[in-house]
């Protein structure tokens, strides 16, 4: 297909329900941290798809992996068994310590399985009355009901109401506030170690002791959100256990399957105990395609030092943007960790992702005022120099503008 951006455009205003609001560009094709657009213009992919394509577009292996996989069986359903979700479960129990994985194919399903997972423990212990959860002001968990009850955003959330009853959500600044809200009630507390769409914000070494406190006290499971900074994002296979948390359920999405939507609920062992045949299901959960993709993923990550690279790169990529928050005082704080990273601005973002566009780089806005960088995990020092060089060249130029 030969299509102008216009022509999309003017097929999307008539067929496409408009729950998205599109930045004017139509991407074909892409090669690691490149994509190209119709009319042929090259960009420096600093958004990967919001953190999802992480081994960079068109990847030769897992790129080879697809077209095998797709040549050779792609879907039989969990009616019968294959060789791949075993093989992605084992390395993700490797990587997390938790032993057993339930597959679906987003994000959001695997936080809709942790929270479900986390009811279906209380109710086999007899708890029945321990439905509630716990959720932190900021969080983001996803879009569909039991996920966007555990969603901060009274936005997103407001239209759609009622939502899940028994959901409390507490200030990720205040651990006394945690310590009232958890429960003998409380089936989970859910949180992510670092707020993704909430502004790049890790939870502090304070609040992870309260959430530990709190757990331990009344026995309440921890839900570690990771869709967003787990499988190497951090330079740490999981960003939990950096803040000393050990949480009995992970959700993982985004970077597993490089590209190919694959989620999964990760789970400890006294959990998995309580689910039996039937609690939960998925027709396409953990395909043939799904799973091998994440296989080669976590391959890469795990032996072919993808993991190592992160943390080198990572702290490049920090100090670059420390020091070009130094020179522009529009940012007036760097969060994050490794190649997840939030420029918190004193102005809307929107003009500095548009300019940023406009010049060939993809980052975007979060929070309104944070422009967030997920570059693929794959970046190279040098693209990161050449991000931050058109990074002080938007602040400088939307700088002389918003004075003007
Ligand atoms: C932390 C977190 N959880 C869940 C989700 C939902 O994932 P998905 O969009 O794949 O459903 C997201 C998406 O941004 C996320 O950042």
Redesign the pocket.
């Known amino acids: 297909m030969n299509l102008t951006l216009e022509d999309i455009q003017a097929r999307e205003a008539r067929h496409i329900l408009q729950t998205y609001r599109r930045q004017p560009v139509a991407f074909i094709r892409g090669s690691g941290a490149r994509l190209y657009d119709t009319a042929g213009r090259e960009y420096l992919d600093f958004i990967s798809g ?2 999802v394509t992480s081994l960079g577009h068109a990847h030769p292996t897992l790129a080879a992996a697809i077209a095998e996989q797709a040549a050779t069986l792609l879907h039989t359903s969990n009616l019968y068994y294959h060789p791949y979700q075993a093989e992605a479960a084992s390395r993700l129990a490797q990587l997390s310590g938790l032993p057993r994985a339930f597959f679906c194919n ?6 809709e399985a942790c929270l479900k997972f986390a009811r279906r423990y209380w109710y086999t212990q007899g708890a029945k009355e321990r439905t509630r959860f716990v959720a932190l002001a900021g969080g ?5 009901f039991g ?1 966007l009850s555990v969603t901060h955003d009274e936005h997103y959330r407001a239209p759609f109401a009622p939502l899940l009853e028994g959901v409390t959500f507490v200030d990720p600044d205040d651990p006394a506030a945690l310590e009232a809200a958890v429960t003998d009630r409380t089936a989970a507390i859910i949180a ?1 170690p670092i ?3 909430g502004g790049i914000r890790p939870l502090s070494a304070r609040f992870a002791a309260a959430l530990t406190e709190a757990c331990t006290r009344t026995g309440t499971l921890l839900i570690a ?5 787990g499988l190497g994002r951090t330079g740490h296979p999981f960003y939990a256990p950096v803040l000393g948390l050990r949480p009995d359920l992970i ?1 993982v ?2 970077a597993l399957g490089g590209g190919v ?1 694959v ?1 999964a609920a990760l789970v400890s062992e006294r959990v998995a105990q309580a689910i039996s045949a039937g609690d939960h299901g998925s027709t396409y959960g953990g395909n043939l395609l799904g799973t091998r993709a994440a296989v080669v993923f976590l391959t890469e990550l795990m032996d072919r030092g993808l993991l190592d690279h992160v943390k080198t790169v990572g702290v490049h990529c920090e100090r670059r943007v420390r020091a070009l928050a130094l020179k522009h005082p529009v940012i007036v704080e760097v969060r994050g960790v490794g190649l997840m990273r939030g420029l918190q601005l004193s102005l809307d973002a929107t003009p500095f992702v548009d300019e940023a566009r406009t010049r060939g780089l993809l980052v975007n806005r979060t929070d309104e005022k944070v422009v967030r960088l997920l570059p693929p995990l794959t970046i190279e020092q040098a693209d990161i120099d050449r991000a931050v060089d058109l990074l002080d060249a938007v602040f400088a130029a939307v700088a002389a503008e918003v004075r003007a």
């Not at 987003?106 to 936080?111: D, I, R, Y």
């Not at 959100?225 to 900074?229: F, L, T, Y």
């Open positions: 919001i953190g987003s994000g959001t399903e695997a936080v983001f968990s996803g879009r569909t996920s992510e707020q993704g769409e959100d990771e869709v967003q900074s959700s999405g985004k939507p989620g």
